[in-house]
């Protein structure tokens, strides 16, 4: 498991494939000066409920990994985190498993 590290230092344990793809994401937004609403949502393990952080470019944003490989990457999973980013929801950081549905959803595949 790895850490999206936000602002000030709040630390969001994430499992190091999911948290490749959204630096990946992520990274493209920001590069471009976007700003943008980052939306997740918690599992019952963790307490349930939904968290959103609001990533700007002057805003401190760390990924750290806990694996010293980098994961193959999957196309479209990377495809469904940046057409999301573009609705008034924000970017949804979804599972893998949910990127090939949500992009046939939303027509963008």
């Known amino acids: ?11 969001y344990e994430i499992d190091d494939r999911v948290l490749a793809h959204l630096k990946i ?20 393990s963790d307490g349930s409920g939904r968290v959103s952080l609001w990533l700007s470019p002057s805003i401190p944003l760390q990924f750290r990994f806990s694996g010293s490989k980098p994961p193959e990457l ?12 573009h609705g008034s ?13 949500y992009l046939e959803e939303v027509g963008a595949q």
């Open 74 to 85: 999957n196309r479209l999973w990377l495809q469904a985190l940046a057409h999301s980013s």
């Open 1 to 11: 498991m790895g850490y999206l590290i936000y602002g000030a230092g709040a630390e």
């Open 89 to 101: 929801r924000g970017m949804i950081l979804m599972a893998e498993a949910e990127a090939e549905a």
């Open 25 to 44: 994401a992520v990274v493209a937004k920001l590069r471009l000066q976007e700003s943008f609403l980052l939306n997740w949502s918690l599992s019952p």
